[in-house]
Nanobody, 123 residues
Framework: VQLQASGGGLVQAGGSLRLSCAAS????????MGWFRQAPGKERKFVAG????????YYEDSVKGRFTISRDNAKNTVYLQMNSLKPEDTAVYYC?????????????????WGQGTQVTVSS
């Protein structure tokens, strides 16, 4: 599975962005997908995850109610809609494909990673 993330950019606080992650390969629809982020000088952390069919999602506490993860298996794409952005959301965002169909927050269970897309939120 190869992943290509896009949609990052510079936005003012309170604004919105939608990240996309296009996947190649025939196993996308059977895999849980996740978004992680890494701020400068910090470890990469889980942001949101979605099960293979989209029925289950999970969010890190700081993004609950602001971010929404979704997927379109017909298009081999997963999305992260980010609303009410804050300066602390500034990071490189990575999409990842899990070894499993369920949602997982554990980075070690994600076997495929995209290249990352920069999100910068100005105050």
């Amino acid at each position: 599975v190869q992943l290509q993330a896009s949609g990052g950019g510079l936005v003012q606080a309170g604004g919105s962005l939608r990240l996309s992650c296009a996947a190649s390969g025939r196993t996308f629809s059977s895999r849980g997908m996740g978004w992680f982020r890494q701020a400068p000088g910090k470890e990469r952390k889980f942001v949101a995850g979605i099960s293979w069919g989209g029925s289950s999602t999970y969010y890190e506490d700081s993004v609950k109610g602001r971010f929404t993860i979704s997927r379109d298996n017909a298009k081999n794409t997963v999305y992260l809609q980010m609303n009410s952005l804050k300066p602390e959301d500034t990071a490189v965002y990575y999409c990842a494909a899990s070894a499993f169909g369920r949602v997982t927050t554990t980075s070690g269970e994600y076997h495929y990673w995209g290249q990352g897309t920069q999100v910068t939120v100005s105050s």
